[in-house]
Structure formats: C-alpha cells, structure tokens
C-alpha cells in the first residue's frame, strides 16, 4: 500500500507539473534611436522586469551618446567635426563597427561606404530637406567620400582621417548593434527566448512562451499601404538577426523622376536600379544590418550575386513591369519561409 501511495503521488505530481502554465511574456517598450523599440521574452525565474526596463533605457541611451549621428556631442559627431589628419582615441565598439564596415565597402565593391554623408546632405536626405544638387555640387560632396579616407587602427583602438573633410554615418550599421547590445543584455540576465525589435530591425532566439517558434513579418515593399510579403518562422535552435532595408520608402520625386535615399558613392547620386528592399538573416545582428544596406546599394542584379559568393542569407524583392519580384540566395532556406509572395 504503502509503494501504492508513492506511485500515486509521483503519477499525480508529473501530470500537475506537466500542465504547469508557462510564464507570460513580458513586454517592453520606449524610444531609441530617433524610432521605437519592442522587446518580448520570456522571464528567467527572479527577474526583476522594471529594473531590466531601466538598464535597457540606459543602454540605448549610451549607444545614442556614442554613435547617433544626430546629435552634435555623440563620439561619432566629435571625430566627424575633426578637421585635422592626427589619430583619434574612440570607443573599442567603434572600431569594431568601423572594421566590419570596411570588409561590407570590399565585398560590395565600393557600394557601402560609411562615408557617404556628405552626399546624403548634397541630397538633402540627413535632414529631410529633399533636393537636386547642381553637378557641381555633387561634385564637391563626391570628393569628400571614400572609405579609403579613414584609417583603422584595431590593436590602439584609434580612427584617423587622411582627408581632414571626411565624415562618418553610423546609420545603417548601428542600429544592428543597438539591436545586438540588447540581447547580450538579455542573455546576461538568463533570458533565453525573446524578440528585441528597434524601428522595425530585430533579432530573435528560442521560441515563444507557449513553445512555439517566433514568427517575423517581411513587409510588402510598397509605400502607400502595408502589407505581409513573407513570415519567416525562426528556427527555435537557432539565435537569428532579420534585418530589412528598402528604397520604397524613404525617397521623392522632383521633374517626374524618382530619387532613392541609397546613394551610390561610384556615381554620387541616387541608384538606378529597381530593387525595393532586401532582407537579411544572420546570426550578427550588426553583420545583417550593414549586408542589408550593401546588397541594396548593389541592386538586384549584382546584389544576389555578391550574397551568393560571400553566404548571405538574404531576400531580394523588386519591381519588374509593375509586379513585385523575389530572388534569394542560395543559403537561404525556402523552409523557413511559410507565407507566400503574394501579387
């Protein structure tokens, strides 16, 4: 009777621990960067959420501090008001970002260049003052951009400029690495499962609270509407950054032509091509940010080119007689797609 009871109370307990609700997900959110940030996970056992909250507050605040080209005291906007060639002493996280920049500038033949800001503001692009630069004026902005004008030093964690007129634009890499400091701030508080999105870019690991996998929408490439284009069902076993970027948006028309915020560095004006965005998956966050502007810039017939040769897990969608087209590379695994293109 006795060894009865037992199995009994073991049986009993089992099945009331298997029917255990799971912990809901918290969610958080605030501003970061100009844009909005989401974050939902799963909460490590003690985890105190409002405390989590202020630490990513302040996070993000410091990543802003350091690299937002928009405010005239950040570290990035101090070495771009440097009008001199003499080394510069920065943060060890700017050189990173600074070297992973460099190797996207070679692989993408030049078309990703941090440098390119002074074009930006000939276009009127920085600030939203939308324009059509003279020649000349293309001109003189032209002649201050090239990666090459920046020097790397990573062993003394420095940064100089052979042109004392060159500037730097964080913008299509940092958000990546906001993205990436969240989640290892995540991690270190024993958070395993969890979304962290800052203005529509994320990165996602493990599964949701009720077990099942995250689900990351691939906007239509449109401007006047949204609408889902893919979902990608996130492997559960499998860290994974998505970042998109797109033409579709952020652009203006002047003369009945149209002109793309992706300028091309080569030429000095907007790109030509019809690709309207590109979506990559990575396991860096930083990496997939900085790819998904390159293979842009590239267009749709170079830029699945270069994903093909370098790895990139990447999705191209572009317009070809007024219908959307997709291309993906060939590491791209059409199994975590489980929405189709829609025309």
Known sequence: MTNLRFFLGLWLYLALAGCETPPAEVELA????????????????????????????AK????????????????????NQRHDTEWAE??????????????????????????????????????????????AQIAAAKAKVGFGKIEIDNERQ???????????????????Y?????????EGKGVANYLVEIGGEMKVRGVKSNGKSWRVAIEKPVPERREVQ????????????????GSYRNYFESGGKVYSHIVDPA????????????????????????WSTALLCLGEVEGPKVAAAEGVEALFIYGEDGQLKELSSPTLSQEQFVAPVTQ
């Open 230 to 245: 893919r979902i990608i069902e996130v492997p559960a076993q499998r860290p994974l950054a998505i970042m998109t970027s």
């Open 267 to 290: 030429t000095g004006r907007p790109v030509a091509h019809h690709l309207l965005s590109v979506s990559v998956l990575h396991d860096d966050p930083t990496w997939a940010d900085g």
């Open 178 to 186: 906001a993205i990436g400091q969240v989640a290892t701030l995540l």
């Open 158 to 176: 420095r940064l100089r400029k052979t042109d004392p007129e060159a500037q730097v634009d964080l913008s299509s890499i940092g958000q990546g």
């Open 60 to 79: 993000l605040a410091d990543i802003d501090l350091h690299y937002s080209n928009y405010r005239d005291d950040s570290e990035i906007a101090r070495f």
């Open 30 to 57: 605030g501003m970061a960067q100009g844009t909005t940030y989401h974050i939902k996970f799963v909460p490590a056992a003690g985890l105190d959420k409002e405390a989590l909250h202020r630490e990513i507050d």
């Open 90 to 135: 920065v943060t060890p996280d700017l050189v990173k970002m600074m070297s992973i920049a460099k190797v996207l500038h070679e692989k993408s033949n030049g078309c990703y260049d941090l440098t390119v800001k002074p074009l930006l503001e000939a276009w009127g692009f920085f600030k939203h003052e939308n324009q059509v630069p003279s020649d």
